[in-house]
């Protein structure tokens, strides 16, 4: 099928493709490639921790500073070892490192880094439902309307157990 034909008839969620030669019982010779994007991946249920980011304004004038409010919460009653959130930036902003060093001075996070177009926050671990919430401004260099990689959380030793925060979005208009 063409591109979009079958893949848009199908719901989100596992799916079973099977093939049937009806009639003449000869070899059939068929391939499929498939393959998908998803701006906010499936959460794994089985994730300790959880992730929410927000931008306070959906548009801000270049050279101003849009808020960014990161929200990461312990789903256990178990203290949670190394938890990480890593929060997509969207592109066009720039965030000043001497925030996240005074955040980091102050203890809201152990560890920080910067990576592309994304922020690491680490912590060494996280109490039995506690909730790190923390303000971070971006200040909006190229006008135009962006957005970043999904945010996600996990716990370092168990990576592949992750929860997924959507794409932030922001238009960034000129002076």
């Known amino acids: 099928m063409e591109h979009g034909g079958l893949w848009q008839q199908l719901a989100p ?67 949670l070892p ?18 996240l ?3 980091q001075k102050s203890d809201a996070f152990a560890f920080w880094q910067l990576r592309g177009r994304e922020l690491v926050l680490y912590w060494r671990a996280l109490a039995p439902s506690a909730t790190k919430t923390l303000t971070i401004d971006l200040v909006a260099r190229v006008p135009g309307t962006c957005t970043g990689a999904a945010s996600r959380s996990y716990l370092y030793y168990t990576a592949e157990q992750k929860r997924w925060a959507a794409p932030l979005a922001l238009t960034i208009t000129p002076l």
């Not at 990480?84 to 925030?99: D, F, K, M, Q, Y």
């Open 13 to 79: 969620g596992e799916h079973t493709l099977r093939l049937e030669v009806e009639g003449g019982g000869g070899p059939l010779p068929w391939a499929c490639d498939v393959s998908y994007h998803a701006e906010t991946p499936a959460d794994d249920p089985a994730t300790a921790v959880n992730l929410t980011t927000q931008l306070r304004a959906a548009s801000v004038v270049e050279g101003n500073t849009v808020a960014l409010d990161i929200t990461v919460t312990n789903r256990t009653t178990n203290e």
């Open 101 to 103: 060093e005074d955040l």
């Open 82 to 99: 190394t938890p990480i959130a890593i929060i997509g930036l969207p592109a066009g902003c720039e965030l000043p490192t001497r925030v």
